[in-house]
């Protein structure tokens, strides 16, 4: 029986065990250059099978919170090359995740203090976290975007091009494509987001153009044994809505199928929240959306996330639905989760209040086990 402490392969990707530690924003990258305290934090959490870096923009303008560490500057590219040598040193793997935050964000982080760009100008009504020109923290009302004309859309796709280059030059073992949580990609692909008329807006099929192509682009760049992707079929975070997802993202796997990819990360229910939501008129079938892509030929790993806990995480594996098993806040509060897990040692509290935003503490203090007394 395959167990969460076995090896994995995720395309071009060997991991020493089926846990990976999901994609956590923690803003802690002022001038979008990841830092010293940066390289501690993955380090610490080297033993995962795969650390996801935090969502990571491929440019100023998918940029969309303050402090987030980006890909598209030669600082961010060296800074990032420390993050990967010391994982790499420890023996982990480490991938990028490439990022546009679409019109999850403010003029103030935007090139020239632009409009957000999207889909479609309808404001996600949501808020996002800027930093003050004083140098205070605040959290603000999304700004309103303005519709991507179609000729824009190839500089878009140059731009996720570039990021793929940029993370290889970084040092990572690949990227996660960020298709989830109500940014960019997903403001194509939700029916709430995206009121186009052209080839990217309308049937399912032109929603999720743009998903694919970036996909295309992508698996161009470095291959697409080395890209994954995240997907949130039924969340409605950052103000995103689909009546009918199921459709929308079993089309989306049935086409993924066939492209190669290393691995397909998906969010079970509202991201952090409630595993059963859905916005459509019947429960989300996971199960199903796996299985139409095996049939369409995926062979990437199958990597859930939302609310597991060593248990359901061994029973998701074990059973054979889940290839491996991504957890957020258990790794934010336990650098040594894979080592916990094994020992089924006590687990330390993550602590909400340090989450975004902030040094040292909340991030990098939280002791391995050895170093409980
Ligand atoms: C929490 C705070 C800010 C951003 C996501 C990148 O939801 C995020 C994010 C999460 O995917």
């Given at each position: 029986m395959t167990t969460i402490f076995d090896p994995v392969k995720f395309g071009d990707i060997e991991l020493a065990n089926r846990i990976v530690m999901a994609p956590l924003t923690r803003n802690r990258s002022p001038k979008a250059t990841p830092n010293d305290l940066n390289v501690t934090y993955y380090e610490q959490r080297a033993t995962a099978g795969l650390l996801i870096t935090e969502g990571t923009p491929i440019t100023q303008q998918a940029q969309g919170y303050a402090d987030v560490p980006g890909l598209y500057s030669p600082e961010a590219v060296s800074g990032w090359k420390k993050v990967t040598d010391a994982v790499h040193r420890k023996g982990g793997k480490i991938v990028t995740q490439i990022w546009h935050v679409g019109r999850v964000s403010h003029v103030s982080l935007q090139p020239n203090g632009g409009a957000p760009v999207a889909p479609?100008?309808?404001?996600?009504g949501g808020k996002t976290y800027i930093i003050n020109p004083d140098g205070s923290g605040a959290f603000v009302e999304t700004s309103a975007p303005r519709a991507l004309e179609t000729a824009e859309i190839a500089g878009i796709l140059e731009d996720y091009r570039k990021g793929a280059r940029a993370a290889i030059d970084a040092g990572f073992d690949g990227v996660e494509i960020h298709?989830?949580?109500?940014?960019l990609i997903e403001q194509f692909l939700k029916e709430g987001a995206n009121q186009r008329?052209?080839?990217?807006?309308?049937s399912i099929e032109n929603r999720a153009r743009f998903a694919l192509e970036v996909v295309d682009t992508v698996t161009k760049e470095i291959?697409?044994?080395r890209v994954g992707i995240r997907l949130s079929p039924t969340t409605p975070a950052n103000g995103i809505t689909e009546t009918k997802p199921q459709e929308v993202y079993n089309y989306l796997v049935n086409e993924l199928g066939?492209?190669?990819?290393?691995f397909i990360h998906v969010v079970e229910g509202?991201?952090?929240?409630?595993?059963?939501?859905?916005?459509?008129?019947k429960p989300f079938d996971y199960h199903e959306l796996k299985n139409i892509y095996r049939k369409a030929g995926g062979t990437g790993a199958w990597v859930v996330n939302n609310g597991y806990i060593k248990d359901s995480a061994e029973q998701a594996v074990e059973s054979g639905y889940a290839d491996a098993v991504a957890f957020g806040k258990l790794f934010i509060a336990n650098p040594d989760l894979v080592e916990r897990f094994k020992d089924n040692a006590a687990l330390n509290e993550p602590d909400k209040?340090?989450?975004?935003?902030?040094?040292?503490?909340?991030?990098?203090?939280?002791?391995?086990l050895e170093t409980v007394a």
């Amino acid at each position: 029986m395959t167990t969460i402490f076995d090896p994995v392969k995720f395309g071009d990707i060997e991991l020493a065990n089926r846990i990976v530690m999901a994609p956590l924003t923690r803003n802690r990258s002022p001038k979008a250059t990841p830092n010293d305290l940066n390289v501690t934090y993955y380090e610490q959490r080297a033993t995962a099978g795969l650390l996801i870096t935090e969502g990571t923009p491929i440019t100023q303008q998918a940029q969309g919170y303050a402090d987030v560490p980006g890909l598209y500057s030669p600082e961010a590219v060296s800074g990032w090359k420390k993050v990967t040598d010391a994982v790499h040193r420890k023996g982990g793997k480490i991938v990028t995740q490439i990022w546009h935050v679409g019109r999850v964000s403010h003029v103030s982080l935007q090139p020239n203090g632009g409009a957000p760009v999207a889909p479609s100008a309808i404001p996600a009504g949501g808020k996002t976290y800027i930093i003050n020109p004083d140098g205070s923290g605040a959290f603000v009302e999304t700004s309103a975007p303005r519709a991507l004309e179609t000729a824009e859309i190839a500089g878009i796709l140059e731009d996720y091009r570039k990021g793929a280059r940029a993370a290889i030059d970084a040092g990572f073992d690949g990227v996660e494509i960020h298709a989830a949580n109500g940014y960019l990609i997903e403001q194509f692909l939700k029916e709430g987001a995206n009121q186009r008329t052209d080839q990217y807006g309308g049937s399912i099929e032109n929603r999720a153009r743009f998903a694919l192509e970036v996909v295309d682009t992508v698996t161009k760049e470095i291959g697409a044994g080395r890209v994954g992707i995240r997907l949130s079929p039924t969340t409605p975070a950052n103000g995103i809505t689909e009546t009918k997802p199921q459709e929308v993202y079993n089309y989306l796997v049935n086409e993924l199928g066939s492209r190669g990819l290393s691995f397909i990360h998906v969010v079970e229910g509202a991201t952090g929240g409630d595993r059963d939501f859905t916005q459509g008129d019947k429960p989300f079938d996971y199960h199903e959306l796996k299985n139409i892509y095996r049939k369409a030929g995926g062979t990437g790993a199958w990597v859930v996330n939302n609310g597991y806990i060593k248990d359901s995480a061994e029973q998701a594996v074990e059973s054979g639905y889940a290839d491996a098993v991504a957890f957020g806040k258990l790794f934010i509060a336990n650098p040594d989760l894979v080592e916990r897990f094994k020992d089924n040692a006590a687990l330390n509290e993550p602590d909400k209040a340090t989450f975004y935003g902030g040094g040292a503490k909340g991030y990098t203090d939280y002791p391995a086990l050895e170093t409980v007394a």
